[in-house]
Nanobody
Framework: QVQVAESGGGSVQAGGSLRLSCTVS?????????IGWYRQVPGQEREGVAAIDSDGSTAYADSVKGRFTISKDNSKNTAYLKMNQLEPEDTATYYC??????????????????WGQGTQVTVSS
């Protein structure tokens, strides 16, 4: 059974950085997977942040372009989200998700098979 676990969340001041990790277990390798990072604020829809495809191509939400970088290490079954220049508006619970197929646009969040429990990111001004 495939499981996803996020880590690396925390509290930082505006302008700071964090790196989130997404470890996938029960899976041979991520090399055929699409990995997505999403975030959600209570009372709001879960929104796509970034995704990385099996060929390494990436996609980002406009709000994080130039500040966030998604990457993955297939040998470790782990994906990462490096977040720089954090803003209070980035405060949310961040979720990682995986699907053993090529990526589709971020707005199709129901495309993903397995989701983690989330990790909280809080950015103070």
């Amino acid at each position: 059974q495939v499981q996803v676990a996020e880590s690396g969340g925390g509290s930082v001041q505006a302008g700071g950085s964090l790196r989130l990790s997404c470890t996938v277990s029960g899976h041979i390798s991520l090399h055929k997977d699409c990995i997505g990072w999403y975030r959600q604020v209570p009372g709001q829809e879960r929104e796509g942040v970034a995704a990385i495809d099996s060929d390494g191509s990436t996609a980002y939400a406009d709000s994080v372009k130039g500040r966030f970088t998604i990457s993955k290490d297939n040998s470790k079954n782990t994906a990462y989200l490096k977040m720089n220049q954090l803003e209070p508006e980035d405060t949310a619970t961040y979720y990682c998700a995986t699907v053993p197929r090529s990526c589709v646009p971020l707005r199709y969040k129901h495309y993903f098979d397995v989701w983690g429990q989330g990790t909280q990111v809080t950015v103070s001004s």
